[in-house]
């Protein structure tokens, strides 16, 4: 019998239309011998629709947004089989496991993933915790110190504090970490919101884009080095892939180049020594235990002119389009993107399984 995965996709997200192309990409390439697949699209407003079960390519991913068998459901059918009027369980039955291909706030950051716990459901990636504090740079960064990571040193800033005293906030920022830096949102990925800095100038009209996506954004000083990442999958023995560099033609790996223009390059695997692999590696495996991570992540990293590896960040749901530097590391690694799909979905079963062992009712 096959495994029914539920591909949960779209969302309340700036990065919507990112997590359009990754769905689209895995409901094509998922090995359909094994797996049945069964489309369930978030709109922008936050409505449930769920498809069809999907027997052949998919072409273009509003026809499964909106075919006309799509129905609008509330997120607590997806663990139940409907039973048609005479009583007799129909043929569409519940979804097995969730592959939750959705990124940034209101999919990536816990919020789907407390659901799918309420509802007891197995689902592809990392838990709530996990999630959400993946999702907040401070937070995470905090942890990284508290592991002992070497990292860029940051401050961070609530909009309210910012908009009581702009000019304190810029000092702050000149005298913690300098020029260049760069302003983030605390809650966002693919790089959106994110400015580089190289003046006063710039930092006033960069904490206003960031604090467009978030009530709260964090200012990283510039490391003069590599981009460098590394994938990791697994649960309790989490294993590492090659690594892989990002040169972008631009100033800096923004959104543009990640999904629009393509102007940057991937090498995989990157030039590095093996002493620099190795500690690159064991920096992400550090990373992945502190933060409780499961599934799937990729660990970015900078790598110094002083030859010093910095961690910069983690992403608990990296794009995952074939062409994504995800799955590219994978392929290196000997692992294909079809293969890749079905160990995430085996480790979340795995994990799943793991959670109903634990007691959840106390006797004396």
Request: a negative charge; glycine letters at 8%; hydrophobic letters at 40%.
């Amino acid at each position: 019998m096959k495994t029914r995965v539920g591909i949960l996709y779209g969302g309340k997200s700036p990065e919507h239309n990112v997590s359009l192309s990754t769905a689209m990409a895995v409901m094509n390439a998922i090995d359909k011998t094994k797996f049945d697949v069964i489309p369930i699209y978030i709109t922008t407003e936050g409505q449930w629709i769920k498809g069809e079960r999907l027997t052949g390519q998919v072409t273009e991913i509003k026809q499964l947004q909106f075919q006309s068998e799509a129905k609008a459901i509330i997120p607590v059918a997806l663990n139940q089989t409907p039973t048609a009027a005479d009583g007799k369980k129909q043929e569409e039955a519940a979804v097995d496991v969730i592959f939750p291909l959705l990124h940034g706030p209101n999919g990536e950051d816990g919020t789907v993933q407390g659901l799918l716990e309420l509802l007891n459901i197995p689902y592809v990636g990392n838990g709530v915790l996990a999630s959400a504090v993946g999702m907040d740079k401070v937070v995470m960064k905090n942890l990284f110190a508290q592991a002992g990571l070497r990292q860029a040193k940051y401050v961070s800033f609530t909009k309210r504090e910012w908009s009581k005293n702009e000019e304190a906030a810029y000092d702050k920022v000149e005298q913690a970490l300098g020029y260049p830096c760069f302003v983030k949102p605390a809650n966002a990925g693919s790089s959106v919101g994110i400015t580089k800095c190289k003046r006063r100038a710039d930092l006033q009209a960069a904490f206003a884009e960031a604090f467009k996506y978030d009530r709260k954004i964090i200012v990283e000083e510039a490391i003069v080095g590599r981009e460098i990442e590394i994938g990791v999958i697994g649960n309790d023995d989490p294993i590492c892939s090659v690594v892989g560099e990002i040169v972008p033609k631009k100033e800096f790996y923004d959104y543009q180049a990640k999904y629009e223009d393509g102007n940057t390059e991937l090498i995989i695997p990157a030039d590095v020594t093996s002493e620099q692999y190795e500690t690159i590696k064991q920096m992400a495996i550090t990373a992945f235990k502190a933060l409780d991570l499961s599934g799937l992540v990729r660990a970015d990293f900078f790598l110094g002119e002083d030859g010093e590896v910095y961690i910069n960040e983690i992403n608990t749901m990296p794009g995952f389009t074939p062409y994504s530097m995800f799955p590219l590391l994978w392929k290196h690694s000997g692992i294909s993107y079809p293969e890749l799909i079905e160990r995430l979905v085996q480790l979340a079963i795995e994990r799943h399984e793991e959670k109903q062992t634990i007691t959840y009712t106390f006797e004396k």
